[in-house]
T-cell receptor, first 112, second 114 residues
């Protein structure tokens, strides 16, 4: 079946560096994508979304890139800070049960 | 606004016991859903509701019941707890079905079944 996945389960970066978290999706029918951040002991928090009619969307220190040709989604975090340490999930809406499908997550660790 | 409120935060059950996980939202969202989160896996949908009086099954509904008598509340019932139901449970809500809008999640209930 089709699935949402992440290329790397863990990512460690130095404080101040830029972070890139990747996500592969295989459902070509998906037209809406979201990145969530989940800190330890908390629920997922919406970061940024993008629709399939866009290639790039920017927020505050975050940018999401969508490459529909290769079915790839990425989250870029500029000037990564210790508070960015968390698990990041991507989600797509190409599911049969009226719901988003979530990837397993990438754990981002920011080293001081 | 409190957002999505889940209670309790932690719970230990014995096998065979039943309990209800509470979820309430104050954003007037029509769509509400329950997920379970297990190590190394993405969130998996248990049940969802597109409005008061309407519920449907998700990906992993067995062993769970839900009801939606009001827009605000969406309780999840474990009928006869099993160790396989040890997990972290999240309630979420959204304006519509969620496939075109982001979800607001609660802080979770960590359930252990012994």
């Amino acid at each position: 079946g089709e699935s949402v996945g992440l290329h790397l389960p863990t990512l460690s970066v130095q404080e101040g560096d830029n972070s890139i978290i990747n996500c592969a999706y295989s459902n070509s029918a998906s037209d809406y994508f979201i990145w969530y951040k989940q800190e330890s002991g908390k629920g997922p928090q919406f970061i940024i979304d993008i629709r399939s009619n866009m290639d790039k969307r920017q927020g505050q220190r975050v940018t999401v890139l969508l490459n529909k040709t290769v079915k790839h989604l990425s989250l870029q975090i500029a000037a990564t800070q210790p508070g960015d340490s968390a698990v990041y999930f991507c989600a797509e809406n190409g599911n049969n049960n009226n719901d988003m499908r979530f990837g397993a997550g990438t754990r981002l660790t920011v080293k001081p | 606004n409190a957002g999505v409120t889940q209670t309790p935060k932690f719970q230990v059950l014995k096998t065979g016991q039943s309990m209800t996980l509470q979820c309430a939202q104050d954003m007037n969202h029509e769509y509400m859903s329950w997920y379970r989160q297990d190590p190394g896996m993405g969130l998996r949908l248990i049940h969802y509701s597109v409005g008061a009086g309407i519920t449907d099954q998700g990906e992993v509904p067995n062993g769970y019941n839900v009801s939606r008598s009001t827009t605000e509340d969406f309780p999840l019932r474990l009928l006869s707890a099993a160790p396989s139901q040890t997990s972290v449970y999240f309630c979420a809500s959204s304006w519509e079905s969620g496939i075109n809008y982001g979800y607001t999640f609660g802080s979770g209930t960590r359930l252990t079944v012994v």
